[in-house]
């Protein structure tokens, strides 16, 4: 019998990890009020997909 080693790097979710704490740091220190810290928050979240609009938006032009 053949032993199969398989190596399965996670490298992607601490870049997302750490875009996240970057995000989230960026969009609520920027906010004025409660709330709008708390929809920087959720900006945060989803921050690679405001990211591949605007790559796409600019290629586009």
Do not use: D
Request: some cysteine; aromatic content about 16%; glycine content about 10%.
């Amino acid at each position: 019998m053949s032993e199969k080693s398989t190596c399965n790097s996670q490298s992607g979710n601490a870049v997302y990890g750490l875009g996240l704490i970057g995000a989230a740091i960026f969009y609520i220190s920027q906010a004025t009020t409660f709330w709008m810290g708390v929809i920087g928050f959720l900006k945060a979240l989803v921050w690679p997909a405001f990211l591949v609009y605007e790559a796409l938006r600019y290629i586009h032009m």
